[in-house]
């Protein structure tokens, strides 16, 4: 398996505009997390699905942020309109099972400027 | 590749005792950070300390102490006078100076009262 993907690896874009982030997990895993990674907050949960349900969105920062699952094989995290603060790292990682190892994707690296 | 091992995939400590918490790494990088994050059942990861490779110095942060050494590639984590809202599931991760986070297997921390 090639592992979690995501695309893109690098994103720059200007504030205000829309940014929108994909991530295909590991085929087989029914659990889906989108993470923000700054060095500041450290890893942030921002929501997970079940069975391309979402579970929990209580760590989407705000309106802004929207995620959704349309399969089991691809997810996206969308981010309109985008501000300088959103600048971080984004993570999608998946697994098998709500406590069982997550494995990670590689991030986007999203600059606002 | 870079890999993060914690060998106890449980442990339990009486409230108010110390507890440590092992993980191990391994990586050719000279440059890179180490984090322990908690994750309560609430699924959120809880940034709960982190350390720059480059600093001898080891992190503390209240309670939560890390014995970091580097020559051994160890990264411990420290939890004196436990406390019962200190049970989760800990995890060591390690981030690569291109971004790329690796997670342990975690440990599952039980407090008895």
């Known amino acids: 398996d090639a592992g979690v993907i995501q695309s893109p690896r690098h994103e720059v874009t200007e504030m205000g505009q829309e940014v929108t982030l994909r991530c295909k997990p590991i085929s087989g895993h029914d659990y889906l997390f989108w993470y923000r990674q700054t060095m500041m907050r450290g890893l942030e949960l921002l929501i997970y699905f079940n069975n391309n349900v979402p579970i929990d969105d209580s760590g989407m920062p705000e309106d802004r942020f929207s995620a959704k699952m349309p399969n089991a094989s691809f997810s996206t995290l969308k981010i309109q309109p985008s501000e300088p603060r959103d600048s971080a790292v984004y993570f999608c990682?998946?697994?098998?099972?709500?406590?069982?190892?997550?494995?990670f994707g590689p991030g986007t690296r999203l600059t606002v400027l | 590749a870079q890999t993060v091992t914690q060998s106890q995939p449980e442990m339990s400590v009486q409230e108010a005792e110390t507890v440590t918490l092992s993980c191990t790494y391994d990586t050719s990088e000279s440059d890179y950070y180490l984090f322990w994050y908690k994750q309560p059942p609430s699924r959120q990861m809880i940034l709960v300390i982190r350390q720059e490779a480059y600093k001898q110095q080891n992190a503390t942060e209240n309670r939560f102490s890390v014995n970091f050494q580097k020559a051994a590639k160890s990264f411990s984590l420290k939890i004196s006078d436990s406390q019962l809202g200190d049970a989760a599931m800990y995890f060591c991760?390690?981030?690569?100076?291109?971004?790329?986070?690796?997670f342990g297997k975690g440990t599952r921390l039980h407090i008895l009262p």
């Open positions: 990682a998946s697994s098998s099972g709500p406590y069982n190892e997550q494995f």
């Open positions: 991760a390690y981030r690569s100076a291109d971004d790329k986070i690796i």
